[in-house]
């Protein structure tokens, strides 16, 4: 037990890091997948095809891959290379891939509620923007909880993918004690860290749905 | 709320719709005026519900002109091409007109009030205490008062309609277009709804209702259209038109129905 309270210190530095990779990607990818989704639905059919396209891209290769390719080629490529520091090299490769699958979900609930809503907001003055902010997308949260929830859990374990860019996330600190003590330990212990980390998620996700709950349709 | 305006509420003339190569007005023209209650019967497919949908632009006309309150909202010129108004123009016509769907379509994630409230603070952008008295009165006025913090999902369907009627009548409209308003209830609860339309027309309200129900047509509508085939085929007032349809469609129709 003494052995584990020792490894706690590196263990809880590489959290704090899984779990800032988590949150900024979080806080900036639903917005971005939401602006996606209504671009991927919009009229406008040379957007809605670039943005399919994009999302095709971004969920056809592996998100190790887009996150090497924005930090090691992303320098060299014209007009738009720069070079970009780990963290940041991290974050826009999270970012850019976890948006893509939100705009699908976003896409696949806007597009399940009834044109009936559309009309009924249509007939009282509102504009589409007012219809979309007040009686689309609340009703369209609800539809998403349970793929959401999915998803968000996914993005905590996805973090350890930043180890390639040698950051030190909660995975890579354990595999460091792993090897200097020849002990399997720091992986059990990490385990119970993504755990409980998924567990605060899973309980926050159930505590929406119940909120959500409140109304039928 | 309104001013008098000379001439009728609702003017369309010559209107046509197609849907692909379906054509399903074939030049249907209708004056309403101030007070009137018209009712519009006839088979399934023969155009009722999309006409009345074309007059608040839910649909788009092919040909014809549209004028509310001697507003113009559609006009057709020389070549056949049709021209709508800019948009805010076309949002403010069609808000002189209250729509009630035939599926409700209320916001199943807000309460009764809510739903009676949301349009007149977003899109009239008045205080929530300043519409809450009024919305409590209409819901009085339909007999839904007791209902107001409870969801859409409780009600039975006419609870529901009569929502939707207190919900359009919010925004204050000056005409009610009624799209087959008892169609998806059960027979049984189809009666607290006319007889809350009924109360509308008592009111004076300027009132276009697409409907099946015939005893509603011949009571309380000062006149009944009947289309068939995307075409007017005869408009007299209601008394006139079941006494001795001319039409023989009409006659078949209504023998049909009664």
Redesign the interface.
Known sequence: MNYVFDIMGPLLEGTAVTIQVFLITLVLAVPFGLCLALLRISRFKVLSGLVNGYIWLMRGTPLMLQMLFIYFALPFVPVIGIRLPDFPSAIVAFVLNYAAYFAEIFRAGIQSIDRGQYEGARVLGMTYPQTMRRIVLPQVIKRILPPMSNETITLVKDTSLIYVLAMNDLLRAARGIVQRDFTTTPFVVAAAFYLIMTLVLTLGFQRLEKKYAVYDE | MMNDIAGPMVHAQDVHKRFGSLEVLKGVSLDIEKGEVVAVIGPSGSGKSTFLRCL?H?EKINRGRIDIEGETLVTTDAHGVCHYVADPDI?RI??K???V?Q?F?????LTVLQNVI??PM??KGLARDAIVPKAEALLRKVGLLDKRDA???RLSGGQKQRVAIA??LA?EPDIMLFDEPTSALDPELTGEVLRTMRELAEEHMTMLVVTHEMAFAREVASRVVFMDGGEILESRPSRELFASPEHPRTRAFLENML
Do not use: I, K, Q
């Open positions: 608040n839910l949002r069609c808000g007109m209250g729509m769907f599926h379509n209320l916001f199943p994630h949301e349009a977003t899109v969801y859409p999902s919900r359009a925004m």
